[in-house]
Every structure is written in C-alpha cells, then in structure tokens.
C-alpha cells in the first residue's frame, strides 16, 4: 500500500507564521507537523508516500528529501496550493498503478489510528471491492480527513471532502464509511495553532511521538539545548538556550535555535524557532514569531522594533554576515585596483570641458537596509548609485562598487528595485524573489539571452537563485560576470 498525502495549504489564515515556513512545517510540540504524519504511517507499515506539496516545496524537500531518515520512501508533485484533491489526483494520472491508496493531508494534526482504519477497510472491501472503489474514515459521524481508496481503473472518485476546510465537518459522505479513534486538529486559525500546542503538550493527543528526552515530569529537552530543569515546564526544543535565571512555568513550547534571556518568565506560550526573547520580559498566553508578540486571548499582532526585546535570529546569522563581509571586501578590492583607471577617465572627461559637477549622475533604488517604520513593519531604505557619465560600459558602472562597500547592495543579488516600483510582489515567485538581497548584477543579466526573455521568467530566474543561493553560488556568478568582461557589448558605449 502507498500513501498520498496533500499537504499544499497556503497558510494565509496563520500568517506570520507562514511567512518562513509552509503550513506542513509548522512546529507542533517542536516538531515539524509532517513528521507526525509521516510517523504515523510507518506505524501503519506504508512505507512509500507521495507528498502534495505549495509554493513553499523546496523547503519541504530540503528537510525530507527522499524520506530515508524517516524510513520511507517520498516522491513529489507540486500544486499551485489548496487544489482540489481530485484534480490533483486526475494530474497524478497513469504514474498511479492499480492497487490500494491512503490518502490523508499532512497540513492538519491527528492521531487517527490508521491501522485499525486500514484493517476495518480491509474486511469490507473483501466482501465487495468493486462496488466499494474509496472507503472514508469518520469521527464520531464527522469527516476525520482520511480515505482508502482501491485503484482498479481510471476513473477518480470525487474526494473532494478531503479539502482542509471540509475535514472535520458534519457532512454527508456519499460513500461507504467506517468509524476511526483519534483526534484532529485543523490548525484553521492562530488561536487554534496556539491551543493545539497545548493541548500536545497536555497529553490530550496521545500516541504522538515528542521530540526529544524527558528530563522530568513536566519537562521535555531537545538536543544541545542548555537550560537548568529546576522550576522549568515545557518542552524545549534543539539548541535551545534559556537563562538560568529565566523562567519557563506551565505548557511553554519553545522550538528550535531560540533564546530566552536573564529574568523572563513564559507562561503558556509557543515559541517559534530561531526567536530571542530579551531581558526582564513576561509573556503569557501567547505566540512569540521573531519580532511579532501574538496575543491569543484577544488576537492581537504587536510588532515589537526593539531588537532587544524580541528577534528573529535568522536576520543575522554568521553565515550572512560573512557573505555580507566577502561581497564588501571583494568590492573594495575592486575599486581599489581600478582606482587609477576611474581617476583617469576622471581627469580626460574634465579636460574634454565637462564641469566637475556632471562627471557623474545619480539614480536612486532600494538597498538592503531596513528600518521599522511608524506601524512596526520593516521597510527598505532608499539608497543613491553613481556611474560615470561616460566611458565604456563596464567602467562606466564602477562607482556603483561604493555601494556594495557600504553595504547597500551585494555584488551579486535580484535586480534592485527603484522607488516607482512595487514594494512587495503579488505573485508567489515575487515573495520568493523579494527574500534575496539586491546585488549589482543579477544572475538573470548573465544568463545566455537574458536580454530577450520575458519579465516573468527574469522574475522566476531570480526567484530560484532566492531559494538556491549560498556565498558558493555568488562565486560562481562573479566569475560569470569576469568573463563577460571579454564580451564584445561589455565594451559598447551605450548603457
């Protein structure tokens, strides 16, 4: 038997939290929320799964890959997100062969007892297997979000009642159903997201596996994480760091890479990974993503713009700033060797007549830099490049390197945009291409006819250099860029 699971919900209703991670990597109790999904079909022995997966797929299958660290063995499909499920599975086509399917999502939480589902669907289609082509597992009358189906042909039965919206639902199922013990949880809301930890975190989803060890009753610790167990209560996920003078009281989840600092005190709280919570803080009934405080009681987004106070750790990390110090210090190098050829071209312009004044001109564009803005959200800053207003076209653009040492812009990076330009993309691709730093050159500009290529495609160029790039990448492309010195139009005259 093989699994097909749909797990290609946008997350639009659990934004901020969705702005990083897709809604099948959301933390639960500290672990991604498809690892349970995937842990549960082992139990059941399905050891082969098809994963339905949105705009977010590459960070999907960058942490599960080909399974093999879960046991199991995953393919992919990409869906333009919250699809129908039977025309997702029309699209699957013939790649599907005949023989028995459970299909379930994995951007919800349950602890359905696939098994005794599977043995129950098991005795009915003995009887009957042709008249019975899916079988729908239900709680307590109520859509619970998984069904057996028993490929024989190419007919797809409609199962549309397995959109997320629908689980859970009461509905009638036009279609044989057997009763299933368990639990589900939709994850619909923030509110929702936030108690369901809890209710993780209580105990009330029994046979769900929890990340790391116990260290006392009320206290689970993830690996490489350092925190005194004395008066803490929660679970504490990987490379986590609270101060010995801190405090975690009842039901905190405090997920991976985060920080808590001297005299805080969390109370029934979920914390995002990779956040820092400051000094003297009390945070109660609430979720804390980077620099959001989310009131649950209330619902409630507050932007903090004190990086003392929360942080999201993933701006900076060692990593970023020694790319950020290598395309600095590469650019410096740069100006300094062409120094005299700049200083050169200087003096023949001036003594051509040109007034100092109009040696160079200016144009404006977005840097890399970002300010909180009066309503607490982050904003780039506008920054001024400088080029030559004559000389061939390689020289031309040299004063630009200044910004790159100032740090305004990468040598390598998405097209930067100018202040008559959008600020933030509509389209998936756009927000993907919006999250790398704006460079001199664009890895678009040095592909072989760049030039020609329509505006949607330089936008999906840059979106996947977005979700691809590493200092190792960028070295690439500026050793592209060198050899393009030697192209004929790197002389030209005209921009």
Request: hydrophobic share 45%; charged share 20%; net charge neutral.
């Amino acid at each position: 038997m093989k699994a097909i699971i749909f797990a290609d919900r946008l997350g639009a209703e659990l934004l901020p939290l969705t702005e990083k991670l897709p809604v099948a990597l959301l933390p639960i109790a500290t672990k991604p929320l498809l690892e349970y999904v995937l842990e549960s079909l082992l139990v059941a022995g399905i050891t082969e799964a098809v994963l339905i997966i949105s705009p977010d797929a590459d960070l999907i299958e960058t942490h599960f890959q080909q399974g093999k660290a879960w046991n199991i063995r995953l393919s992919y499909m990409l869906s333009r997100g919250e699809e129908s499920p039977r025309d997702l599975l029309t699209r699957l086509g013939d790649s599907l062969s005949e023989g028995h399917y459970l299909l379930l999502r994995g951007d919800v939480l349950s602890n359905l007892e696939v098994i005794s589902f599977l043995r129950q669907t098991d005795k009915l289609i003995q009887h009957c297997p042709e008249e019975m082509p899916i079988i729908a597992g239900t709680l307590t009358d109520r859509n619970a979000g998984v069904v057996f189906w028993n490929k024989q042909s190419s007919l797809i039965p409609d199962i549309d009642f397995l959109g997320y919206q629908r689980i859970f639902s009461p509905q009638i199922l036009l279609c044989p159903c057997v009763e299933i013990s368990g639990k589900v949880a939709l994850l619909d809301s923030l509110k929702n997201f936030h108690a369901t930890n809890m209710q993780v975190l209580a105990g009330e989803f029994n046979n769900l596996d929890l990340a790391g060890y116990r260290a006392n009753i009320d206290l689970w610790i993830g690996r490489s994480s350092k925190l005194t167990t004395h008066n803490n209560h929660g679970i504490v996920g990987a490379c986590c760091r609270v101060h010995p003078e801190a405090r975690l009281l009842k039901q905190v989840v405090l997920n991976r890479h985060s920080i808590v600092d001297c005299g805080t005190v969390l109370e029934n709280s979920v914390v995002m990974p990779d956040t820092y919570i400051g000094k003297y803080l009390d945070v109660r009934n609430a979720i804390v993503s980077g620099h959001y405080l989310i009131r649950v009681d209330n619902s409630s987004l507050i932007p903090v713009v004190n990086s003392f106070l929360l942080t999201d750790l993933t701006h900076k990390t060692f990593g970023h700033l020694f790319e950020e110090a290598t395309h600095r210090g590469l650019a410096l190098c740069a100006l300094l060797l062409t120094a005299p050829l700049q200083l050169l071209l200087a003096g023949m312009m001036y003594w051509k007549g040109q007034s100092p004044r109009t040696l160079l001109q200016k144009t404006t564009w977005y840097s890399n830099h970002a300010e909180f803005n009066e309503q607490g959200m982050r904003q780039a800053q506008l920054c001024d490049l400088f080029e030559w207003r004559a000389g061939v076209r390689w020289i031309r653009h040299l004063p630009k390197l200044w910004a790159v040492v100032r740090g305004d812009l990468r040598l390598i990076g998405v097209m930067p945009k100018t202040p008559s330009a959008p600020t933030e993309g509509i389209e998936v691709w756009e927000k993907v291409r919006d999250t790398a730093p704006a460079g001199l050159l664009s890895p678009c500009q040095l592909v072989k006819g760049a030039a020609s290529l329509p505006i949607e495609e330089q936008l999906l160029i840059e979106a996947h250099y977005a979700r691809t790039r590493s200092l190792k990448q960028d070295i690439y492309w500026m050793g592209k860029a060198l050899t393009r010195l030697f192209a004929k139009n790197a002389w030209s005259k005209q921009i």
